[in-house]
Structure formats: structure tokens, C-alpha cells
């Protein structure tokens, strides 16, 4: 009886080992879509009460068992088959006569990876560097002569004119790309909070361009109000993505996000005399530029009189 509980004891043992073993080979793998099968003999008896971290942690990682018949001539199922983001069906199991294990084949159909997302990019011209001249001379150029444009229908003439004028402003001020402003994904803000912002920031701009006290005091109420209404939105949004979380993964990300948010961006190392230093630099060096003026004439003029 001591022995049998010894040897019970010592296979829980290697069990909890493999288990961490496999976590980390699992973590390994990237969570992106990709289809991913795992498969073989674990020799882990699923009904056992042991076996409940093993079924927990490839249900973490969003792995599905192969449910198949016994694939053992003991009546047992010992040899296991999960997978990730893949379709599987035509599943079989045929004894063998050279092996207490039977063969398992299924027919595995793999989805089609998601195209990479390519950052935003924004388009622009820096139309404050476009002479009106030069635009006209451009123009003028490239039209055909007034007697010929004239002889032209109305939607080849609008079709000339719009060309001219786009290869014309891609010659003088070319379009410009640039990567987009990212900007955070915020799941609780509502339609009904983006209109209390809008409002905010109407009425803070209002007050510093007038700097009137009512303005103010308008200010502050919408700011306070903003302020308690977010909380409300974020408070109920993560309790109830916590409370309808499953996955002990997703549950620990939640978490992970609340506890420990985003580092702030680093302090800037300048100082306002650093400012004051550069403006003061700036300025003797614009004024050394300047000569001195003459103060000969006016002498001579004094002695004349």
C-alpha cells in the first residue's frame, strides 16, 4: 500500500514537471493567428483528478482536444490530439497489429494567415511653399493653346484641365507622406463621452480666449463632470470584461494592464534657462550681423555749423 502511494506520488511529481516544461514550450509559440497542432503519446489519464493543470493550461492557450475513441488496446486514451486555429475533420482510428497503439489520421485544414496590418500613413503638401505664379506659368504651359482647348467638349476639356492642374502641383509641391498619429484604443469611451469632450474643449478654448471668470467657472463643471463620468465608463467596462472573462490568460492580461500600466514618456532634460539661453545666444548673434552705424557725417556737419 506505502509503495503504491510512494510511486503515485512520484508520477504527480513528473506530471507537474512536464506541465511547466510545456508552458513554456507553448509560450513560445506567437499568439497570432497562427494554426498550431499538438499531439502524442502524454500517457496522462484525463479523468484523473491530477490531470486538471495539464487540461487547464492548454485550454489557457485556446487549445482544443481531438475527441476520438480509445487509442489503446486497453480500452484507454493515452494519445492526444489538440490544435489551434485550424479546421480538422475525417478523424479515424485504426488498430494496428504491431503496437498496442492505434493510428490516428484526420484530414487538417489550415486557415489562411491574416495579411500584415501596414501602419497608417498620411498624405500632404506643403502648399505654403506654392508660388501663384509659378502655378500659373506651369499651368499655362501645359494647356494647349486657347483656340484648341476652346474646340474641345466640355468633359475633355474638365478632364484636361483637372490633369494639367495635378501634374502641375505635383511638379511644384509634391505630395509628401508621413506615418500616422497613432492613437490609443479606448473601449469605454462612448459616443455620449466623445460629445462631453468635444464640449470641454469648446469651453476651455473659450475661457483662454477670454479669460472671463464665467467662462471659467464654466470650464471647471464640465472638466469635473468629464472627469467623474470616465470613471464610471472605465470602472463598468473592466468589470465587465473581468467578470466575463474565461480564459486565465485574458484574465491575467486584464489584470496585468490595470496593475501595471504603461510606463509615462520620459521628462525632458531642458530647463527654462536653457530656453532663455538659446533666445539670448540667438539674438547677439542676429544683432553682431548688423554693422555699426556711420557717425562721421554727422561730425562734420556739427563742425560746418
Known amino acids: 500500500m506505502n509503495e503504491g502511494l510512494t510511486r503515485l506520488e512520484q508520477h504527480e511529481g513528473q506530471l507537474g514537471n512536464f506541465v511547466e ?5 507553448l509560450s513560445s509559440f506567437p499568439e497570432d493567428g497562427t494554426p498550431l497542432v ?12 491530477h490531470a486538471t493543470d495539464f487540461i487547464s493550461l492548454l485550454a489557457s492557450f485556446d487549445l482544443k482536444r481531438l475527441i476520438t475513441t480509445c487509442t ?34 484526420f484530414s487538417l485544414q489550415l486557415s489562411t494567415p491574416a495579411p500584415p496590418i501596414l501602419p497608417p500613413v498620411t498624405f500632404r503638401r506643403n502648399l505654403r511653399s506654392l508660388s501663384p505664379a509659378n502655378l500659373s506659368s506651369a499651368v499655362s504651359s ?5 483656340s484648341q482647348f476652346s474646340s474641345l467638349d466640355v468633359n475633355t476639356a474638365t478632364d484636361t484641365l483637372f490633369s494639367t492642374l495635378t501634374s502641375s502641383l505635383d511638379q511644384i509641391c509634391p505630395l509628401s507622406s508621413r506615418p500616422a498619429r497613432a492613437t490609443h484604443s479606448n473601449p469605454w469611451l462612448s459616443e455620449v463621452l466623445r460629445e ?9 478654448r473659450k475661457w483662454r480666449k477670454s479669460k472671463d471668470t464665467s467662462d471659467l467657472s464654466m470650464y471647471q463643471s464640465l472638466l469635473s463632470s468629464f472627469s467623474v463620468d470616465v ?11 473581468i467578470k466575463s472573462t474565461s480564459n486565465s490568460r485574458s484574465l491575467f492580461k486584464t489584470f496585468n494592464s490595470l496593475i501595471c500600466p504603461p510606463p509615462p514618456p520620459p521628462t525632458s532634460s531642458l530647463t527654462a534657462d536653457d530656453f532663455a539661453n ?14 555699426a552705424p556711420h557717425t562721421g557725417t554727422q561730425t562734420n556737419l556739427s563742425h560746418s555749423q
Do not use: M, W
Request: hydrophobic share 35%; net charge negative; charged share 20%.
Open 21 to 25: 516544461e510545456l508552458d513554456v514550450l
Open 38 to 49: 499538438v499531439f502524442g503519446d502524454f500517457n496522462i489519464h484525463l479523468e484523473k483528478p
Open 72 to 105: 489503446r488496446k486497453s480500452g484507454i486514451q493515452l494519445d492526444l490530439v489538440y490544435t489551434r486555429n485550424c479546421i480538422t475533420d475525417n478523424i479515424l482510428v485504426t488498430p494496428l497489429h504491431v503496437s498496442d497503439h492505434f493510428l490516428i489520421t
Open 142 to 146: 501645359s494647356l494647349p493653346s486657347p
Open 196 to 204: 462631453h469632450r468635444t464640449e470641454l474643449r469648446a469651453a476651455e
Open 231 to 241: 470613471h464610471a465608463a472605465k470602472s463598468s467596462h473592466f468589470h465587465n470584461k
Open 278 to 291: 538659446f533666445f539670448t545666444d540667438k539674438t547677439i548673434t542676429i544683432s553682431s550681423q548688423f554693422s
